[in-house]
């Protein structure tokens, strides 16, 4: 039997377990989330010069990934890869942490730079998109940008709420969104720009019964990303182009900045940041003090101190005066 044009299937548990999955995300759709209108089918998205040339290369993802950090260096750096279930790795990727700001992050297939996602400050001055103003200061703005520094994809994130996001493409139409699931409060649901569902994402990891209700994931208080398992729906057939395996990358690294959010905010890092301003603010101190003291050497050479001889007794003598010096004559007194 089929249902909303997806069709049942008849063998394995997960499977019918994924269908049931598939019906709680209709339900989701037929109430928009914050309102936002159904939009126009966006421009497709071209290769940038630095694809086409083989520079940057593409990145093709199978239906199901999952994100996990494998190493931090000395506290100052995290590193991780997108892998698949059976540990095949697709990509790896590195942030630095003891940045003020958010620090970019780098995704390599290898030894080869794909993409980066960087934080934005200044939209109008940085991207240029009008679409994307904040007057409000409600979102945190990351630009995925090639290995040029072209920028690809815009993702807008809620300060207050990381779950709720959206996605424009280069020209600032919005491609996609996420929100919080319905039966499954610890998923995140991706929805094209005709809220038709894409995919959905779990940590850290998608739960094999979906009709169990859970708590949403607490913030984590260490400085550990939590792992999460990414999975694309095809089955309601969207037309977006992020379905493409060569595009799928854009909704993970919304998902991966989804993930260090919950660290970036954690106590640790926030010690972290403490000692980094401290030691900035030390070595800032320290380097005016050298400079100071070099610009005082370098004027004593041309203006040094001028010594004086009265410093020492001895080389005073008892009429005052010092020795080796003569005696001054006064001027005559005119006779009256």
């Not at 020209?171 to 809220?195: C, K, M, N, T, W």
């Not at 993930?259 to 403490?274: I, K, M, Q, Y």
């Not at 301003?277 to 050479?301: D, E, M, N, T, Y």
């Amino acid at each position: 039997s089929s249902h909303f044009g997806f069709r049942c299937p008849r063998a394995p548990l997960r499977e019918m377990k994924r269908w049931i999955l598939g019906l709680l995300l209709v339900r989701v759709v037929a109430r928009p989330f914050d309102d936002s209108p159904v939009g126009e089918t966006p421009t497709k998205q071209p290769a940038t010069q630095g694809q086409v040339e083989q520079e940057c290369g593409y990145l093709r993802l199978p239906v199901e990934v999952d994100l996990a950090e494998k190493a931090a260096t000395f506290g100052v750096s995290r590193a991780g890869v997108w892998e698949s279930s059976d540990g095949a790795t697709f990509l790896s990727w590195s942030q630095g942490s003891l940045a003020w700001n958010r620090p970019p992050v780098v995704f390599y297939e290898g030894s080869r730079l794909l993409y980066k996602a960087i934080s934005v400050l200044d939209v109008d001055r940085e991207l240029g998109m009008k679409a994307l103003r904040d007057s409000e200061d409600t979102f945190d703005v990351i630009a995925f940008k090639d290995c040029r520094d072209v920028v690809m994809y815009v993702l807008r994130m809620r300060k207050d709420d990381p779950d709720v996001a959206e996605i424009y493409n280069a020209l600032g139409q919005r491609v996609a969104r996420s929100a919080h699931g319905d039966h499954v409060p610890d998923q995140i649901y991706f929805y094209d720009e005709r809220e038709v569902p894409m995919a959905y994402a779990q940590s850290p990891m998608i739960t094999g019964d979906v009709l169990e209700i859970k708590e949403v994931q607490a913030r984590r208080e260490d400085d550990t990303m939590a792992p999460w398992q990414m999975r694309f729906v095809e089955e309601f057939r969207s037309n977006s182009s992020l379905l493409r395996t060569e595009n799928r990358w854009v909704l993970m690294a919304a998902v991966q900045e989804r993930a260090l959010r919950d660290v970036s905010t954690t106590g640790e890092v926030l010690r972290r940041r403490f000692w980094l301003l401290a030691f900035c603010a030390i070595a800032a101190i320290a380097l005016l003090l050298l400079v100071s003291a070099a610009f005082q050497a370098v004027f004593r050479l041309a203006y040094p101190l001028e010594r004086s001889l009265h410093q020492n007794p001895f080389f005073i003598k008892d009429d005052g005066g010092p020795y080796g010096t003569f005696p001054v004559k006064s001027d005559p007194q005119p006779v009256p």
